[in-house]
């Protein structure tokens, strides 16, 4: 039986330009103006799953991210990687979200994709973590959104047998804990917060780029989730306002030490840096 899966995409500063990344001092968010982004590691990872799952049993991916206008480029990828269609919520007011906020507002665009095809999703896939804030939090709140079992660090995923019911598989799933790993079966809907040892993401082909290009790139501010759909967002859950993690105060640490120039012969040099280390509790030693 095919099976309909999401994906959800983050875009992430290229670390090869970390140290132009600042904070901005009053919102007190990165500023990721000009900073060029790439797809989070590990969400190609769960971009893997989803190919993997599809191959075996058909069906659809979608990819789906909140993030800027230009994350269009970053799904275009994941598009060219395989997956079926895409989705970016983008919208000033989504911006400066935490972990709530921003698993809020993905819960609500998976249920507006839902509601458009008219099909829900059996799988959504995560990486477990992001690469610029690890906070590991987005599969396990999106999973609460979505009143679906979760799991966080899969790295294993493989089919057991069908559901007497209805035919559908179970799956036995297995995740990473400090000395070992933990076994779990579960049966869909599931939300899986995917680990790098899941397996090796596929490289993107020219064929797969060519092919990119005629599938559908659907891009929702906010405007589009009308309430009359029942879908609507809450605007007290979303973006920075809509955060219960609020940053403290932001300041740049002095860095900056005293020196002293040392003159005289070399004697005298070593004898004041010694009275420097006493004076400071240094206890010198010197054996014969």
């Given at each position: 039986?095919?099976?309909?899966?999401?994906?959800?995409?983050?875009?992430?500063?290229?670390?090869?330009?970390?140290?132009?990344?600042?904070?901005?001092?009053?919102?007190?968010?990165?500023?990721?103006?000009?900073?060029?982004?790439?797809?989070?590691?590990?969400?190609?990872?769960?971009?893997?799953?989803?190919?993997?799952?599809?191959?075996?049993?058909?069906?659809?991916?979608?990819?789906?991210?909140?993030?800027?206008?230009?994350?269009?480029?970053?799904?275009?990828?994941?598009?060219?990687?395989?997956?079926?269609?895409?989705?970016?919520?983008?919208?000033?007011?989504?911006?400066?979200?935490?972990?709530?906020?921003?698993?809020?507002?993905?819960?609500?665009?998976?249920?507006?994709?839902?509601?458009?095809?008219?099909?829900?999703?059996?799988?959504?896939?995560?990486?477990?973590?992001?690469?610029?804030?690890?906070?590991?939090?987005?599969?396990?709140?999106?999973?609460?959104w979505l009143a679906f079992?979760?799991?966080?660090?899969?790295?294993?995923?493989?089919?057991?047998?069908?559901?007497?019911?209805?035919?559908?598989?179970?799956?036995?799933?297995?995740?990473?804990?400090?000395?070992?790993?933990?076994?779990?079966?579960?049966?869909?809907?599931?939300?899986?917060?995917?680990?790098?040892?899941?397996?090796?993401?596929?490289?993107?082909?020219?064929?797969?780029?060519?092919?990119?290009?005629?599938?559908?790139?659907?891009?929702?501010?906010?405007?589009?989730?009308?309430?009359?759909?029942?879908?609507?967002?809450?605007?007290?859950?979303?973006?920075?306002?809509?955060?219960?993690?609020?940053?403290?105060?932001?300041?740049?640490?002095?860095?900056?030490?005293?020196?002293?120039?040392?003159?005289g012969t070399p004697e005298?040099?070593?004898?004041?840096?010694?009275?420097?280390?006493?004076?400071?509790?240094?206890?010198l030693v010197f054996e014969?």
């Amino acid at each position: 039986m095919p099976y309909n899966v999401a994906v959800c995409i983050k875009p992430v500063p290229d670390p090869k330009y970390y140290d132009r990344i600042t904070i901005d001092p009053q919102r007190k968010t990165i500023v990721r103006s000009g900073i060029p982004t790439m797809i989070n590691p590990v969400d190609k990872n769960a971009v893997e799953a989803a190919m993997q799952l599809r191959e075996r049993f058909g069906g659809y991916v979608a990819a789906i991210s909140m993030a800027p206008p230009d994350a269009r480029e970053i799904l275009r990828e994941v598009l060219a990687m395989g997956a079926d269609a895409a989705y970016l919520l983008s919208d000033r007011a989504f911006g400066g979200a935490d972990t709530l906020a921003t698993s809020y507002t993905l819960y609500k665009g998976l249920k507006k994709i839902e509601l458009e095809r008219g099909l829900p999703f059996d799988f959504v896939f995560c990486g477990c973590e992001s690469a610029d804030g690890a906070t590991a939090q987005v599969s396990s709140q999106l999973g609460e959104w979505l009143a679906f079992p979760h799991l966080w660090n899969v790295f294993s995923i493989e089919s057991v047998s069908p559901d007497s019911s209805g035919g559908r598989e179970s799956f036995k799933l297995r995740t990473k804990i400090e000395n070992g790993f933990m076994e779990w079966v579960g049966r869909t809907p599931l939300v899986l917060g995917v680990s790098r040892e899941m397996n090796k993401p596929r490289f993107t082909s020219v064929m797969g780029i060519m092919k990119a290009k005629n599938k559908p790139l659907t891009v929702w501010g906010l405007a589009d989730f009308a309430e009359d759909d029942g879908h609507g967002m809450d605007s007290g859950l979303i973006g920075l306002s809509g955060s219960p993690t609020q940053p403290g105060e932001i300041f740049t640490p002095d860095l900056k030490r005293s020196g002293e120039t040392l003159t005289g012969t070399p004697e005298e040099i070593v004898e004041r840096i010694f009275a420097v280390m006493r004076s400071n509790g240094v206890s010198l030693v010197f054996e014969p």
